[in-house]
């Protein structure tokens, strides 16, 4: 899907040609600061860098929040806790919305900045303990059992700073099994703030908020 197929030239309407035409997840980057993020969390740098691009000064002088749109089922934790830390580099606001969120992709959606993460109204969010298949001789089982442990503790490290205020048995009681929440559920949880509105929307598309 290309877009837009028209643009305003010395104040007329007119018709783009077909090599000039943008992709619409390109033009919602470039001219609204709006990054996607789809699929399974896995090694791929791709999305980190654009994070990091859309923060650069001569493309984003002034730091204007940037938004990210999370629909995804989970995935690596190593990648997670690297697109984690690039959210945290970055000097511009980042604000969510999760439409369908899910395993790693929770702490996702927790790190945007406070008070702007939002949820689709019939989003879905599941937590759960990090899970792996163990492999190798006694020896190697025993390193990868202590390495879960270590994911399992940063997983509570970074739900804890990203605003849940349970206890850490709690949270652990909680996500001992697929923990399913619906959107008012995740916002008293800690993990997100507000619903997603058309309102929240314009503002995106506009740049500014509506009195």
Not at 117 to 135: C, D, E, I, N, S
Not at 154 to 160: A, M, N, P, S, V
Request: glycine fraction near 8%; proline fraction near 5%; hydrophobic fraction near 40%.
């Amino acid at each position: 899907m290309l877009y837009p197929r028209t643009t305003t030239l010395n104040g007329e309407q007119v018709l783009v040609d077909e090599n000039q035409m943008t992709a619409y997840k390109e033009h919602l980057q470039r001219e609204h600061r709006i990054l996607f993020l789809t699929g399974i969390l896995s090694g791929e740098t791709e999305s980190h860098n654009l994070l990091m691009a859309m923060d650069s000064p001569k493309i984003n002088p002034n730091h204007d929040p940037i938004k990210l749109v999370i629909t995804s089922a989970g995935g690596e934790l190593d990648s997670t806790f690297l697109f984690y830390d690039t959210m945290k580099l970055v000097q511009s606001p980042i604000e969510v919305v999760g439409r369908y969120c899910a395993s790693a992709a929770v702490l996702l959606l927790a790190a945007g900045t406070k008070g702007k993460r939002y949820l689709y109204p019939h989003a879905k969010v599941m937590l759960h303990l990090p899970t792996g298949q163990f492999g190798g001789d006694p020896k190697d089982i025993k390193i990868q059992q202590i390495e879960m442990v270590k994911y399992q503790n940063q997983i509570l490290k970074i739900l804890k700073e990203c605003g849940v205020t349970k206890s850490r048995e709690e949270i652990l009681t909680d996500i001992d099994r697929a923990f399913w929440l619906e959107p008012e559920e995740a916002i008293e949880y800690g993990l997100a703030d507000a619903i997603f509105t058309p309102k929240v929307w314009q503002e995106w598309l506009t740049g500014r908020e509506n009195g």
